[in-house]
T-cell receptor, first 115, second 118 residues
């Protein structure tokens, strides 16, 4: 079984400042890792994912996350946030290989960007 | 492609009433899922299906039923609504049967159904 811990439920940050949203996971098997974003009153959208290969993955809108196996972490970072980044962010994990469709989500982190 | 569509968007039920939440995907995905999202709790898997005619329980299946008669549709049934079922319900799909699809591990979500049971 897997579990995901998002250490911060809410993160306020000023516009153009950097941000880090923390995610730690627990699993007895190899995993795939995901970050999903949920804008107000919308469904979840995939932001980025780690399946294999380079441990640093990037999204098209400037976010990046690094898979750290030794620390079992997959923190999400952005060097300069915009108002439009205000949303809730969910970290998720699934076992790699068989059963990889079984996503386990964290409780989410609400990012509020302050003008 | 419309992706994953859900109806209705909002619904208010009285205790004991029943209803069906509809979910349709047009991406030819094998796998479909139902989640509920409660404030501060993230998403919990209710049921999932790995193909037409095959369904299985997730983490929180009590009080719900599903069926999967076609690849496209995965309705969720509430038989006797209870206040504890007040939540936002999301349907998702994944795993295209097209072997050229490199995005098989990504779940695509619908816009959600906000259900209130009074």
């Amino acid at each position: 079984a897997q579990s995901v811990t998002q250490l911060d439920s809410q993160v306020p940050v000023f516009e153009e400042a950097p941000v880090e949203l923390r995610c730690n996971y627990s699993s007895s098997v190899s995993v795939y890792l995901f970050w999903y974003v949920q804008y107000p009153n919308q469904g979840l959208q995939l932001l980025l994912k780690y399946l294999s290969g380079s441990t640093l993955v990037e999204s098209i809108n400037g976010f990046e996350a690094e898979f750290n196996k030794s620390q079992t972490s997959f923190h999400l970072r952005k060097p300069s946030v915009h108002i439009s980044d205000t949303a809730e962010y969910f970290c998720a994990v699934s076992p790699s290989g068989a059963g990889s469709y079984q996503l386990t989500f964290g409780k989410g982190t609400k990012l509020s960007v302050i003008p | 492609n419309a992706g994953v569509t859900q109806t209705p968007k909002f619904r208010i039920l009285k205790i004991g009433q029943s209803m069906t939440l509809q979910c349709t995907q047009d991406m030819n995905h094998n796998y479909m899922y139902w989640y509920r999202q409660d404030p501060g709790m993230g998403l919990k898997l209710i049921y999932y299906s790995v193909g037409a005619g095959i369904t299985d329980k997730g983490e929180v299946p009590n009080g719900y039923n599903v069926s999967r008669s076609t690849t496209e549709d995965f309705p969720l049934r509430l038989e006797l609504a209870a206040p504890s079922q007040t939540s936002v319900y999301f349907c998702a799909s994944s795993y295209s049967i097209d072997p050229r699809d490199r995005d098989t591990d990504t779940q695509y979500f619908g816009p959600g159904t906000r259900l209130t049971v009074l």
